[in-house]
């Protein structure tokens, strides 16, 4: 990644859900700023820095995803498992094993979610639960998790799962029971830190590795 490519990263828009803390923040800043009274200028001090923290980690950089009949992730961060399993049977897409690909999204990451693939959602799923470290492969069945059923234009089914983490608290999801997407479009969000699955259509293989970095709405899971 060059120079320039970094720093719109870093410098890019903050997600809307990202206003609460920023106001939050920003007042305590301009409060510490105005008087002398120590106390007064630590909380500052903390403010200013969780600020900077908050434009960070609610950055929404624009991204470019891949025309074709492709799979792209469905966020940004490491892939830690890729195995066969049934998709969540709160969405009723059967219990035939197919390929998932779990992505674990460290604080340092985009936590965007966007979508993997055209199509129309056809569930959405919450299920209340842990707190468990999102990198672990039982956090897919005990933590906290929303599950979405994306029927793509031929009518397969493509499932993603957001998780909350270890110090995640919050699961944002703007996408509802028939909303059409197109691929890479933005879907949600979880902070602070956390993990995504996506599930593939049966016979569908992957195109990435165990330990390989992923660029939500941009790198390619599979081919359709």
């Known amino acids: 990644m060059s120079l320039i490519q970094s720093l719109r990263l870093v410098l890019a828009k903050p997600h809307p859900a990202a206003r609460p803390f920023l106001l939050a923040s920003g007042a305590g800043l301009l409060m510490g700023r105005a008087t002398g009274w120590r106390p007064t200028r630590a909380l500052g001090t903390l403010s200013g820095l969780f600020f900077g923290f908050c434009l960070y980690f609610f950055r929404d950089p624009k991204r470019v995803t891949p025309a074709g ?4 992730s469905a966020a940004d961060g490491r892939v830690v498992s890729i195995e066969k399993i049934a998709p969540p049977a709160e969405l009723a897409m059967g219990d035939q094993p197919v390929w998932r690909v779990a992505t674990f999204l460290s604080v340092l990451d985009v936590h965007v979610n966007r979508m993997p693939a055209a199509g129309t959602v056809t569930g959405v799923a919450y299920h209340a ?96």
Request: net charge neutral.
């Open 69 to 72: 009949d492709v799979v792209v």
């Open 129 to 224: 639960g842990q707190f468990l470290n999102a990198s672990l492969d039982k956090a897919s069945d005990l933590n906290e998790r929303n599950a979405l059923r994306l029927t793509l234009r031929d009518g397969r089914n493509i499932a993603v799962v957001q998780i909350a983490g270890l110090i995640a608290r919050r699961i944002l999801c703007s996408a509802r029971d028939g909303m059409v997407f197109e691929a890479g479009e933005r879907f949600g969000l979880i902070r602070f830190g956390s993990r995504t699955d996506v599930y593939l259509p049966p016979g569908v293989e992957p195109l990435v590795e165990v330990g390989q970095t992923m660029i939500g709405g941009e790198t390619v899971l599979a081919r359709l």
